[in-house]
Nanobody, 119 residues
Framework: QVQLAESGGGLVQPGGSLRLSCAAS????????MRWYRQAPGNQRELVAL???????KYADSVKGRFTISRDNAKKTAYLQMNSLKPEDTAIYYC?????????????WGQGMQVTVSS
């Protein structure tokens, strides 16, 4: 059984920073892409950033230059460094990892965590 554990969310003032983490555990053969999504109240879930197994990255236009996605393959962990946070970044953030186990390749999701940007 594979699980993703997220940490690092919380309340921060505008202009502040947070670092989100997403650690995978279980019977894992290999991890491919890692992604961060977010969903604000009344909005659809949107892709914020992704990083491939080769380290290539892609960002939503709304976070370019402010957010940085990275990964530590040895720790099976994805990170999202969020700087210069704005109130419109307030949302529930979810991580997703494409994971190969001995029996299947599929996408796994974290439980989601609240990020609130407010003074």
């Amino acid at each position: 059984q594979v699980q993703l554990a997220e940490s690092g969310g919380g309340l921060v003032q505008p202009g502040g920073s947070l670092r989100l983490s997403c650690a995978a555990s279980g019977s894992i053969t290999r991890i491919y892409g890692m992604r961060w999504y977010r969903q604000a109240p009344g909005n659809q879930r949107e892709l914020v950033a992704l990083i491939t197994s080769e380290g290539a990255t892609k960002y939503a236009d709304s976070v370019k230059g402010r957010f940085t996605i990275s990964r530590d393959n040895a720790k099976k962990t994805a990170y999202l460094q969020m700087n210069s946070l704005k109130p419109e970044d307030t949302a529930i953030y979810y991580c997703q990892q494409s994971i190969l186990t001995p029996t299947v390749l599929q996408d796994y999701w974290g439980q989601g965590m609240q990020v609130t940007v407010s003074s």
